[in-house]
């Protein structure tokens, strides 16, 4: 019998496997050998969700009736939910019918945003260090990968004077990403004002995903706080980092009326819904007292930061220490001719797997992240464990 010679989409020639992805089979396969890696790589919440929230997927999930298909567009409940999060904590008005679009999670908004306003050979800008999705994805739907400037000298921010001399003709899409991941630069009602001003300037589409608002930052800010966002600009959210439930799956898509229904078409011919229990459990987690969000978001990842601190100082590494977020990013000291080259001695010597900041673009090759997302007692081994070896380093 002849076989033909199949051959995968030339799609998979614009991208390579999630660093992650082919990181964590090196890791499995050092720990098979006894080696006990530590990770502080990936931002996984470690912690629960509340009670509550638990109690709920159970009592639904207990329900013979509850098991259906769902709509698309979320029930009534997670809806009104996540617009009442929205006054709540942004003091930002949303219509729960027809403004906010429940999502598997925000990674899944990318791509349904991306489909829904950018044809193939089009334009987006990308922040470069930024989220590799935003690129990957991009490629993968045949979009032009624009990338602008985020340097630390200033803040981490746009440089809009450097934006506007870039030849803007056919960008579709703008990413950002406030507080920002992976340098925890903080949101800025400033920057968020001028992008909305750059949005309707040039006719461009921006999107700001917004996850770490709440982890070590005591003012979550929201771009669609800034009057007439909603017209020219849309925000993702994720319950991932905010409230323990990174597996759940639950994000949003804010935006107006008519940037919604061209999401939902899309979204609508890939997926069938969530899980009811799921999406009543969500409701319920989006009352989560302030309390909880303080020790949660702030209080528990204080008190690993500052242990994350004493990693970064034991390495050489200089750091900005009003960064927000779940990481602390820091830069490399000069001996090193990049951050691989450190962050690959620290996993093999002192056996702790840290990230190095050139997957997130050229602008991080000379910095390393560490996650807050392990326990304390992981992250003190850790730093035990470099400072054993840092001679060797």
Not at 35 to 61: H, R
Not at 379 to 392: G, P, Q, T
């Amino acid at each position: 019998m002849n076989e033909k010679n199949i051959q995968p989409a030339k799609r998979l020639e614009l991208v390579s496997e999630y660093y992650f992805s082919r990181k964590l089979k090196e890791v499995a396969a050092l720990n098979a050998q006894g080696k006990n890696i530590i990770s502080l790589a990936i931002g996984s919440p470690d912690m629960p969700p509340s009670k509550q929230t638990v109690d709920k997927l159970c009592e639904v999930a207990n329900n013979p009736n509850a098991h259906g298909y769902q709509p698309t567009m979320g029930t009534n409940e997670l809806r009104q939910a996540m617009a009442d999060f929205y006054k709540r904590w942004y003091q930002v008005e949303l219509n729960a019918q027809n403004e906010i679009l429940p999502l598997i999670g925000s990674k899944e908004g990318i791509l349904h945003i991306t489909l829904a306003f950018v044809n193939p050979g089009e334009k987006v800008l990308v922040p470069n260090p930024g989220y590799p999705t935003y690129t990957s994805l991009s490629k993968i739907l045949g979009a032009e990968i624009v990338n602008y400037d985020l340097l630390e000298n200033n803040g981490w921010q746009p440089d809009f004077d450097a934006l506007e001399k870039m030849d803007l003709s056919h960008v579709k899409l703008m990413w950002t990403n406030y507080p920002n991941m992976p340098t925890g630069g903080n949101a800025r009602m400033e920057t968020y004002e001028r992008l909305v001003g750059f949005a309707k300037k040039h006719g461009i589409v921006v999107v700001n995903d917004n996850p770490y608002s709440f982890i070590l930052n005591e003012k979550p800010l929201s771009l669609l706080q800034v009057e007439g966002a909603k017209d020219c600009c849309i925000e993702l959210n994720s319950m991932s980092k905010s409230h323990n439930m990174p597996g759940w799956r639950v994000g949003l898509c804010a935006s107006n009326a008519q940037f919604i229904q061209w999401i939902l078409k899309i979204k609508s011919n890939i997926d069938s819904g969530t899980f009811r229990g799921i999406q009543l459990a969500a409701a319920e987690a989006y009352q989560n007292s302030i309390e909880w969000h303080r020790e949660a978001n702030i209080n528990t990842y204080r008190r690993r930061r500052l242990i994350a601190e004493e990693i970064m100082n034991t390495l050489g590494c200089t750091f900005d220490k009003n960064q927000k977020g779940m990481f602390l990013w820091g830069r490399i000291p000069e001996q090193y001719t990049d951050a691989e080259e450190l962050t690959e001695r620290v996993l093999h010597q002192a056996r702790v797997f840290i990230v190095p900041g050139f997957i997130f673009g050229s602008n991080g090759k000379r910095y390393i992240r560490i996650s807050l997302c392990a326990n304390e007692e992981n992250i003190k081994e850790a730093l035990c464990r470099i400072k054993n070896v840092i001679s060797e380093l």
